[in-house]
């Protein structure tokens, strides 16, 4: 028994370092990418268009939800052979579509809420900027999500390994930039803004008719859809929090670079937990909470976190001193220090939440997995604000 612990626990170190690794550091530096025009831009956002602020963290965490759970749910269908493996199948694209529908009306939600909490400053031009970004992203998300999930399939190469890390952090890797695009293409031109708005708007509508998404097909996910609008309303949470002691994590320097690499790493930890859960749940592998596999998946990808938590701070670092000549300040060694133990608690987290719905009939392909990634986008809000009172106190 001992030697085939030992064994089944060196095959899941083996398969973190091998596989869960290179997709966690390479959905990292999508995110710093992504970071790095938030840190470039972040005191323009927060002067000009605070209301950015608020919603940012509800778009990202919308996009990582609604995609990550897309990915999940394909990788089931996948293994239960309902799903052909292949971008051409037509459920591809009603998918998309759907994801598009669901993600757009927690958009104006959020943005309402931005404007109520008295956040109105060029209010309007905000909710065009997050109506446009969510199309424009949606749609290259949606089918960069099925061809990962569909090509690690054929590649004999779990996807649930490797999709929601490189799913969500792709939604991070473009949504940061478009934001950033449509505030400059509205300081150079505000007829081109709109014209551009208005063309993606028929973009939109001309794919939702060719998609032939039926009524039938959109109530299926009615469990996804108000889920994903209830986690938009608490993802004011990290927005009020963002906005709020902007000040500080502008201060901080490095933290609004590598913000969204930040939220997204413990998102990923998370949902590789939960989609590894979910799976191993639909087939009938684990029976009680208490579950030696599971805890070999926790254990094993908990190895890297040190790995990711330390690139993140040096390219993070040399991004910020390359386009604002800053260096890092002394006190990121806290980040350094306390990452694993985030990552570590995001992990159990996620793994508890998705073992209790589904034993309440609440399947986590749906559900928990755009849950586990909303609260850790708070979780890691939370995070960041104290990390940046600490390096300011520094």
Do not use: C
């Amino acid at each position: 028994m001992i030697v085939r612990d030992a064994e089944m626990l060196r095959g899941k170190i083996r398969e973190a370092f091998r596989v869960t690794l290179p997709s966690l550091f390479t959905s990292q530096l999508f995110g710093l990418f992504g970071g790095t025009f938030l840190g470039k831009y972040f005191d323009l956002m927060r002067k000009q268009f605070p209301g950015l602020l608020i919603v940012l963290p509800g778009i990202m965490g919308l996009r990582g939800n609604v995609f990550g759970s897309m990915a999940s749910r394909f990788s089931t269908l996948l293994y239960l052979g309902d799903l052909k493996p292949s971008l051409r199948e037509k459920k591809v694209l009603k998918e998309i579509v759907l994801r598009m529908l669901i993600s757009l009306i927690p958009i104006f939600i959020l943005w309402g809420i931005g404007v109520l909490t008295g956040i109105k400053k060029n209010a309007l031009d905000v909710l065009l900027i997050v109506i446009s970004s969510t199309i424009l992203v949606s749609f290259i998300l949606g089918y960069f999500t099925a061809f990962v999930t569909i090509f690690s399939f054929r590649k004999d190469v779990d996807p649930d390994s490797i999709a929601a890390p490189l799913v969500a952090s792709m939604g991070d890797f473009l949504t940061v930039p478009s934001l950033v695009m449509f505030i400059l293409l509205i300081g150079h031109s505000p007829r081109l803004f709109r014209l551009f708005n208005y063309s993606l708007i028929v973009l939109f509508l001309v794919v939702a008719v060719l998609s032939r998404v039926r009524k039938a097909e959109f109530l299926e996910l009615k469990q996804v859809f108000i889920t994903i609008t209830g986690l938009a309303l608490l993802s004011i949470i990290s927005g009020s929090l963002l906005e709020h002691f902007s000040g500080e994590i502008s201060a901080s320097g490095i933290l609004s670079f590598i913000y969204p690499a930040l939220l997204s790493s413990f998102g990923n930890y998370g949902s590789i937990i939960a989609a590894k859960t979910s799976t191993k749940l639909h087939l009938g592998e684990i029976e009680s909470f208490i579950n030696e596999e599971s805890l070999t998946d926790i254990l094993s990808l908990l190895l890297t976190s040190p790995i990711i938590g330390t690139t993140k701070v040096l390219i993070g670092g040399a991004l910020m001193k390359l386009t604002t000549g800053a260096g890092i300040p002394g006190g990121v060694y806290w980040l350094l220090l306390t990452y694993p133990f985030m990552a570590l608690f995001v992990m159990v987290y996620a793994y508890s939440l998705s073992y209790l719905m589904f034993r309440h009939d609440i399947d986590p392909d749906h559900v928990a997995i755009p849950l586990i990634s909303n609260n850790s986008d708070i979780f890691g809000t939370i995070y960041a604000v104290l990390i940046a009172k600490v390096m300011v106190g520094a």
